[in-house]
């Protein structure tokens, strides 16, 4: 299983040295039809994330967050601006851009009557991934997440903590260079929490971009090398922990974000 320091720090050290970002997000705007004319879910996000980089997109509930990653995915068309993956537009070359990014869910399922293995193979399939290539890349993510003992058994009936294994492993199949991460603790006790800090590290040891979209805003300042800050569609505050915490004259994130918002405006 992946194993990286088993005491992480504070806050994640990261030095992005590439010019070129993997993530290039500009002046994303998403807006739906309401009852009242227009909702604006999203108003004018940008962002960079470059490789070995881990980029914390947090908020609360119904900041825009998700909205902004189905934008990055292509499940939604943005309203306007441009969102480039691995040097793919989005607009342009949506499938490119699809098996450039890997997406890790707390929602995401598993097919019960399938073995670890078959789904593995089958996710590689879609992705066009040769079957040589597949399978090796099937053991070597059987050891790194602990897959040995049930790796052909149907995942019926398999534990919260097995089922979240095979998920993190499925997301690499295709070796992307950018994963995309939606509130991927909800619902974990701390064991299942602790695998997603290691699943984390691993990635940025490997050079992967990251996007860790959360609202639980101290895991993500033991995770994150960068911040975006989001409320009401807008990126209000953006930078590393240090820069942030100058800037601010606060020490969390949790007491940055509550002093961007007005007062009352978090009540149900």
Same mark, same amino acid.
């Given at each position: 299983?992946?194993?990286?320091?088993?005491?992480?720090?504070?806050?994640?050290?990261?030095?992005?040295? &590439?010019?070129?970002?993997?993530?290039?997000?500009?002046?994303?705007?998403? $807006?739906?039809? @309401?009852?009242? *004319?227009?909702?604006?879910?999203?108003?004018?996000?940008?962002? +960079?994330v470059y490789p070995g980089e881990v980029y914390g997109l947090l908020g609360a509930n119904g900041a825009g967050k998700?909205?902004?990653?189905?934008?990055?995915? *292509?499940?939604?068309?943005?309203?306007?601006?441009?969102?480039?993956?691995?040097?793919?537009?989005?607009?342009?070359?949506?499938?490119?851009?699809?098996?450039?990014?890997?997406?890790?869910?707390? @929602?995401? *399922?598993?097919? +019960?009557?399938?073995?670890?293995?078959?789904?593995?193979?089958?996710?590689?399939?879609?992705?066009?991934?040769?079957?040589? +290539?597949?399978?090796?890349?099937?053991?070597?993510?059987?050891?790194?997440?602990?897959?040995? @003992?049930?790796?052909?058994?149907?995942?019926? *009936?398999?534990?919260?903590?097995?089922?979240?294994?095979?998920?993190?492993?499925?997301?690499?199949?295709?070796?992307?260079?950018?994963?995309?991460?939606?509130?991927?603790?909800?619902?974990?006790?701390?064991?299942? @929490?602790?695998?997603?800090? $290691?699943?984390?590290?691993?990635?940025?040891?490997?050079?992967?971009?990251?996007?860790?979209? &959360?609202?639980?805003?101290?895991?993500?300042?033991?995770?994150?090398?960068?911040?975006?800050?989001?409320?009401?569609?807008?990126?209000?505050? $953006?930078?590393?922990?240090?820069?942030?915490? +100058?800037?601010?004259?606060?020490?969390?994130? &949790?007491?940055?974000?509550?002093?961007?918002?007005?007062?009352?405006?978090?009540?149900?």
């Amino acid at each position: 299983m992946i194993s990286p320091d088993p005491s992480p720090p504070a806050a994640a050290s990261c030095s992005a040295e &590439t010019a070129r970002p993997a993530v290039d997000v500009r002046d994303l705007v998403k $807006e739906f039809p @309401s009852a009242s *004319g227009t909702l604006l879910a999203v108003n004018g996000v940008s962002m +960079q994330v470059y490789p070995g980089e881990v980029y914390g997109l947090l908020g609360a509930n119904g900041a825009g967050k998700t909205t902004t990653l189905r934008m990055m995915l *292509g499940l939604q068309r943005p309203t306007s601006g441009t969102v480039c993956i691995a040097g793919y537009d989005a607009a342009t070359q949506p499938l490119e851009i699809k098996r450039s990014v890997s997406l890790v869910s707390s @929602s995401s *399922g598993l097919y +019960q009557w399938l073995t670890p293995r078959e789904i593995m193979l089958y996710l590689a399939d879609l992705y066009d991934v040769p079957a040589e +290539q597949a399978a090796a890349r099937v053991e070597l993510l059987a050891d790194l997440f602990d897959l040995r @003992s049930f790796l052909d058994r149907r995942c019926a *009936g398999m534990s919260t903590g097995q089922q979240q294994r095979i998920n993190l492993a499925r997301s690499l199949m295709h070796d992307p260079p950018v994963v995309l991460m939606d509130e991927p603790t909800r619902g974990l006790d701390i064991v299942g @929490s602790r695998r997603i800090f $290691e699943y984390t590290a691993h990635l940025r040891q490997q050079g992967k971009a990251v996007i860790f979209c &959360t609202h639980r805003l101290d895991e993500a300042q033991r995770l994150c090398c960068r911040f975006g800050l989001m409320f009401r569609g807008q990126l209000r505050l $953006e930078g590393t922990l240090e820069d942030l915490q +100058q800037r601010t004259g606060r020490d969390h994130l &949790t007491d940055m974000f509550l002093d961007l918002v007005p007062a009352g405006a978090l009540q149900s």
